[in-house]
């Protein structure tokens, strides 16, 4: 079973050079850690870096367990629903926090899980096509607004973090952009570079070789502070727009009733590992920036994030493809 562990080659040896032992009760058996998108994705690569850290430090064997569909629903709800041991955690992603507010759910994305930490996010920038005559973010709602509904936006799909952080933008500036949700991020940014879409928020690191290569225009980051992969790109704060907070984040989480000592066991090892600095170094070049904060931390994150999202969709009026 060790070989369904993916070796992230570059934080390996950090890793284990950080680690400590576990108590020999725990883990006794193999973890099994659920995500909700297919393999190869960012939630699978979070995974396996948690996975990683647990190998490196307790001789754990983790197998990482793809449940996609739902955006995220079908795994959530599998862990909400299994013994609260410790052997079963979910590697979660942004819609985590949206689908209660989209969709009937079968478990309560707060009450039927123990946070156990934030792992990671990566923030969004404002991409254009560069046939569109905009140069700044003001420029964009200018035109927008001179064009009421006949400009467009791209999306990774209804009720991703690139499809509500363009609503909440659409509401602070007063423009009318017609969406056009996708399967992904990846069709998405194809049809942005073909021109088909004028418009879509999409991961700075992802982006930016094409804004190299002249293929798309960068107006701003959506963040609280410049990223030092585009050190010259604006905030939307900076240019005018504050609060537009655009970011793909990753958490771990484990079954309601998880015990105490498991998940600071759990929170611990992994923040050791994974704020080394040749591991936040390492990562951040990637233009991912790793967190691992504390239970707390993850809960106060998701119950806020929910509430933000959760007044754009009734503003916005989404409904679930």
């Known amino acids: 079973m060790r ?14 050079a950080t680690g400590t032992h576990a108590q020999v009760d725990y883990p006794s058996k193999p973890i099994r850690i659920m995500i909700g998108t297919a393999a190869g994705g960012g939630s699978d690569l979070m995974a396996r870096l948690v996975g990683q850290r647990l190998t490196q430090v307790w001789n754990a064997v983790v197998v990482v367990e793809p449940r996609p569909g739902v955006g995220g629903n079908i795994a959530a709800e599998y862990v909400a629903k299994s013994p ?3 052997y079963t955690l979910y590697v979660c992603y942004g819609t985590h926090t949206v689908n209660p507010n989209l969709y009937k759910l079968n478990y309560d994305a707060i009450r039927d899980f123990a946070a156990v930490t934030l792992i990671a996010r990566q ?3 404002l991409v254009v096509h560069p046939s569109i005559p905009a140069r700044t973010v003001n420029e964009l709602v200018a035109l927008a607004k001179k064009n009421p509904g006949k400009m467009n936006y791209a ?17 602070n500036a007063q423009i009318d952009l017609t969406h056009i ?16 879409v004028d418009v879509m928020f999409d991961v700075l690191r992802t982006a930016l070789p094409y804004r ?30 504050k609060g537009i907070e655009v970011l793909t984040w990753h958490a771990l989480l484990a079954p309601a009733g998880t015990p105490a000592a498991i998940v600071e066991r759990l929170q611990t090892e992994i923040q050791r590992g994974l704020l080394a600095p040749a591991s936040k170094e390492k990562m951040a070049a990637d233009g991912v920036e790793l967190v691992a904060g504390t239970p707390g931390e993850l809960d106060a994150f998701m119950k806020a994030d929910m509430t933000k999202w959760g007044g754009v969709i009734k503003t916005a009026k989404i409904r679930p493809d």
């Open 3 to 16: 070989s369904e562990i993916t070796v992230i080659t570059a934080l390996a040896a950090v890793l284990c």
């Open 84 to 86: 609260p041991d410790g």
């Open 123 to 125: 923030y969004n920038a």
């Open 155 to 171: 999306s990774s799909g209804s009720g991703s973090p690139t499809h509500l952080g363009m609503e909440l933008f659409k509401i």
């Open 181 to 196: 949700p996708y399967k992904g991020a990846a069709p998405a940014r194809i049809d942005l570079l073909g021109g088909h």
């Open 212 to 241: 190299e290569a002249g293929r798309t225009r960068m107006l701003a980051v959506a963040s609280q502070q410049r990223s030092s992969l585009a050190p010259d790109l604006p905030t939307m704060a900076e240019a005018g727009w």
